[in-house]
């Protein structure tokens, strides 16, 4: 029995506490794997950063929100809700700033979220927190944009597009975490497929019903920053407002 698959069968023994709460924990990724999703992480950070710094020089008023939004990300994240054989699963958050601030800034959320929450929470990890970044802030915050962007394209009503996105989203995230897991322990004898399917079905028992929840938490936020805050929005993001056209900054 190698190395690879040795990890593998430690890996399915834990996975209610690495992988149903979504941040791969620390010490489960193979070292070369935590480097190559720092570096990936790394490269959307510095364009997070850049984005981020020119959307708050223009709109300063908007450090208030993009607080909020931090906080609200934090919460959901760390947040864990009971799932099966004694597992636990979360929400996410991550769409809502998405669609405020555009896909790439939520970046540096992730970031920070992630560092605070394997400092103070044990949740996730230092060496896995470029993959549980580029799942979650990357790949969690493209996928609600482009959702966003499709349902407004057909016309749909803004309420339904913000809870698709921030679905899609959710979805997205816990695809992209069995991925990441499924071809970091892929070996003679357990293919990426079926280490694909394992996870994913997994994953399926909670994350529907969760992004579902989280699709009606991230419309009532929506709103309420509608009601609260939407002289902001509009200088911040006019597009969210438009039913042609619409565009979300990246």
């Not at 959307?44 to 709109?59: N, Q």
Request: charged share 5%.
């Amino acid at each position: 029995m190698n190395k690879n698959t040795l990890a593998y069968l430690g890996l399915a023994l834990l996975l209610p506490g690495v992988a149903n709460s979504m941040h791969i924990a620390e010490g489960f990724l193979p070292a070369s794997w935590c480097i190559g999703w720092w570096a990936v992480y790394l490269a959307v950070l510095i364009a997070g950063f850049s984005s981020l710094k020119k959307t708050i020089g223009e709109h300063p008023n908007a450090k208030l929100l993009f607080a909020a939004v931090g906080a609200y990300v934090f919460i959901l994240s760390s947040l864990k809700l009971p799932s099966v054989a004694g597992s636990s699963s979360h929400l996410t958050g991550i769409a809502l700033g998405a669609l405020l601030f555009g896909a790439s800034s939520m970046s540096v959320v992730g970031l920070i979220v992630l560092l605070f929450q394997a400092l103070l929470l044990a949740h996730g990890g230092l060496t896995t927190l470029g993959a549980n970044g580029f799942s979650m802030a990357v790949c969690g915050a493209f996928s609600a944009v482009w959702a966003f962007r499709l349902l407004k394209g057909l016309k749909a009503p803004q309420w339904l597009a913000v809870g698709s996105a921030s679905f899609v989203s959710n979805l997205v995230i816990y695809s992209c975490t069995s991925a990441q897991l499924a071809v970091a322990f892929a070996d003679s004898t357990a293919s990426f497929t079926s280490n694909l399917i394992k996870f994913l079905s997994i994953f399926a028992v909670t994350q529907l019903p969760l992004a579902a929840i989280e699709a009606v938490f991230t419309v009532l936020a929506f709103q309420y920053i509608q009601r609260t805050s939407n002289a902001e929005i509009q200088q911040l993001n006019p597009n969210l407002y438009e039913t042609k056209n619409t565009h979300i900054p990246a």
